[in-house]
């Protein structure tokens, strides 16, 4: 999207052919280990990415240590330990560290699905939000809830990845017919997505008045009940995810060269292709399933991920941390901002996307202006 004048997020077809004509690609180094394995990687990513730690480390003793419930800091790191008063291991095991891990862990789910999405489309609108996924995923999840399985358990996360993957296959069968590219993909997803949407508001409006006002509760994206057994899967999923993704980073990274030359360096283009697909379907759908949609996550982390490591290609790790730590400290101003009273955290998110937005926009004004 050129708008947006970064070469980091240019479609293929706009970017420089020479890979070192562009200037704010960071150097790549490589590390041989053991069996035969080579690890790239670049010294700016590895420093990003500890500071990124850092950060979500300060987010979640935030969320750890304050609160309504005031627990002093030596209670909360006794409760941590294994001591502490039944009301202090309630709030602090029960309440306040499922809480942050699920926000941590959904935000690295959405960081790395848009990542994965927006490198495959070539488009920085590329996201499973922008592109009907979530959508999708929302209308299988509503589909359990409305049916009586409740918001939360197993159920609903069947029903989130399934939709994501029913979704994928419809707006993949439209886009392919004509050969798969960015625009095409986004726009059929764009209109999918649209329909969906419809879709889903007529599935509130026929329930009956509770399970009605759950399943409109939990469209708006929210951390406020969540518990160990909503977490635990993501928990066991994200990893396998994540290791996936990894091994589809260069393919990913030729593929945005475009499909002629990735195909004539060797990549397997089908298979990277619906794999992607795959992996960054079950990312959203199981990131739903524990927190409702969150919207702008998976648009904005990849490319805040791109332009502070300057990656050629898709910043899985990066794009990870930046997700999980918006959406904590989102999280934690949806705790803080009218306590005792608590918003949903996907009101925060939109509000933060839509500030991103507008600084996307002037930062192309400024841009233009220079030019």
Same mark, same amino acid.
């Given at each position: 999207?050129?708008?947006?004048?970064?070469?980091?997020?240019?479609?293929?077809?706009?970017?420089?052919?020479?890979?070192?004509?562009?200037?704010?690609?960071?150097?790549?180094?490589?590390?041989?280990?053991?069996?035969?394995?080579?690890?790239?990687?670049?010294?700016?990513?590895?420093?990003?990415?500890?500071?990124?730690?850092?950060?979500?480390?300060?987010?979640?003793?935030?969320?750890?240590?304050?609160? !309504?419930?005031?627990?002093?800091? #030596?209670?909360? @790191?006794?409760? +941590? /330990? $294994? *001591? %502490? =008063?039944?009301?202090?291991?309630?709030?602090?095991?029960?309440?306040?560290?499922?809480?942050?891990?699920?926000?941590?862990?959904?935000?690295?789910?959405?960081?790395?699905?848009?990542?994965?999405?927006?490198?495959?489309?070539?488009?920085?609108?590329?996201?499973?939000?922008?592109?009907?996924? !979530?959508?999708?995923?929302?209308? #299988?999840?509503? @589909?359990?809830? +409305? /049916? $009586? *399985? %409740? =918001?939360?358990?197993?159920?609903?996360?069947?029903?989130?990845?399934?939709?994501?993957?029913?979704?994928?296959?419809?707006?993949?069968?439209?886009?392919?017919?004509?050969?798969?590219?960015?625009?095409?993909?986004?726009?059929?997803?764009?209109?999918?997505?649209?329909?969906?949407?419809?879709?889903?508001?007529?599935?509130?409006?026929?329930?009956?008045?509770?399970?009605?006002?759950?399943?409109?509760?939990?469209?708006?994206?929210?951390?406020?009940?969540?518990?160990?057994?909503?977490?635990?899967?993501?928990?066991?999923?994200?990893?396998?995810?994540?290791?996936?993704?990894?091994?589809?980073?260069?393919?990913?990274?030729?593929?945005?060269?475009?499909?002629?030359?990735?195909?004539?360096?060797?990549?397997?283009?089908?298979?990277?292709?619906?794999?992607?697909?795959?992996?960054?379907?079950?990312?959203?759908?199981?990131?739903?399933?524990?927190?409702?949609?969150?919207?702008?996550?998976?648009?904005?982390?990849?490319?805040?991920?791109?332009?502070?490591?300057?990656?050629?290609?898709?910043?899985?790790?990066?794009?990870?941390?930046?997700?999980?730590?918006?959406?904590?400290?989102?999280?934690?101003?949806?705790?803080?901002?009218?306590?005792?009273?608590?918003?949903?955290?996907?009101?925060?998110?939109?509000?933060?996307?839509?500030?991103?937005?507008?600084?996307?926009?002037?930062?192309?004004?400024?841009?233009?202006?220079?030019?």
């Amino acid at each position: 999207m050129t708008a947006l004048h970064d070469p980091t997020l240019r479609p293929a077809e706009e970017r420089p052919a020479d890979a070192h004509a562009d200037r704010a690609a960071a150097p790549v180094r490589v590390l041989r280990l053991p069996g035969s394995i080579t690890l790239r990687y670049s010294g700016r990513a590895a420093a990003v990415m500890a500071v990124l730690l850092v950060c979500c480390a300060a987010v979640w003793a935030l969320t750890m240590f304050t609160g !309504t419930y005031r627990i002093g800091a #030596g209670q909360v @790191v006794d409760v +941590l /330990a $294994g *001591g %502490g =008063s039944g009301a202090d291991r309630f709030i602090i095991v029960g309440q306040r560290l499922p809480r942050v891990c699920a926000a941590l862990l959904v935000g690295a789910a959405l960081g790395l699905s848009g990542a994965l999405f927006q490198s495959l489309s070539r488009n920085p609108l590329g996201s499973p939000d922008v592109i009907g996924f !979530t959508t999708g995923s929302t209308s #299988g999840a509503l @589909v359990v809830i +409305l /049916a $009586g *399985g %409740g =918001s939360a358990g197993l159920s609903v996360g069947a029903g989130s990845v399934l939709g994501g993957l029913l979704t994928a296959v419809a707006v993949y069968g439209f886009t392919a017919s004509r050969g798969v590219s960015g625009n095409r993909l986004v726009l059929g997803g764009i209109a999918i997505g649209a329909m969906l949407a419809s879709v889903n508001d007529f599935l509130i409006t026929r329930a009956d008045l509770e399970s009605a006002e759950s399943a409109k509760a939990w469209t708006f994206g929210s951390l406020n009940a969540v518990s160990w057994p909503q977490v635990t899967p993501l928990a066991i999923a994200l990893p396998v995810l994540a290791v996936g993704s990894l091994t589809l980073g260069r393919p990913l990274r030729l593929m945005e060269m475009g499909d002629d030359t990735a195909g004539a360096l060797g990549v397997n283009i089908p298979r990277t292709r619906t794999l992607s697909l795959l992996l960054g379907v079950a990312l959203a759908g199981t990131a739903i399933a524990v927190a409702g949609p969150i919207g702008f996550l998976a648009l904005a982390a990849p490319q805040l991920a791109r332009r502070i490591v300057r990656s050629p290609g898709p910043p899985i790790g990066s794009a990870m941390l930046v997700g999980g730590l918006i959406l904590a400290t989102a999280d934690l101003l949806a705790q803080r901002i009218l306590s005792p009273f608590q918003i949903p955290v996907g009101l925060v998110t939109g509000a933060l996307g839509g500030l991103y937005l507008l600084w996307l926009l002037s930062r192309e004004k400024k841009t233009a202006r220079s030019l």
